[in-house]
């Protein structure tokens, strides 16, 4: 079992930046895949960016593209979004998943954490 906790959301104007930190205990990150997700009010939950076990490979989802970073610190046993040139849109609840599969389908993660609020305001 790996519990998932995320941190780093907040309120931020449009155009700025936050980062948002996935940790994990009781057992190490590094041996999974990571997904990021979000889910905006009355809407369902997207994928958002996605690293593999080894952080060589990531993808993200179109509307993040050039915006969003993802990466991980196998050391430090946590993964990491930057998020800049925020805009209004990206407003809902940040989750980070872990799993097996490097992959963009969220119900083939196996762990989640409870989610981190981040408000773009206009």
């Known amino acids: 079992q790996v519990q998932l906790i995320e941190s780093g959301g907040g309120l931020v104007q449009a155009g700025g930046s936050l980062r948002l930190s996935c940790a994990a205990s009781g057992r190490t990150l590094s041996i999974y895949a990571v997904g990021w997700f979000r889910q905006a009010p009355g809407k369902e939950r997207e994928f958002v960016a996605a690293i593999s076990w080894s952080g060589g490979s990531t993808y993200y989802a179109d509307a993040v593209k050039g915006r969003f970073t993802i990466s991980r610190d196998n050391a430090k046993n946590t993964v990491n979004l930057q998020m800049n040139s925020l805009k209004p849109e990206d407003t809902a609840v940040y989750y980070c998943?872990?799993?097996?599969?490097?992959?963009?389908?969220?119900?083939?993660?196996?762990?989640w954490g409870q989610g981190t609020q981040v408000t773009v305001s206009s």
């Open positions: 998943a872990a799993g097996w599969k490097h992959t963009v389908v969220a119900n083939q993660y196996d762990y």
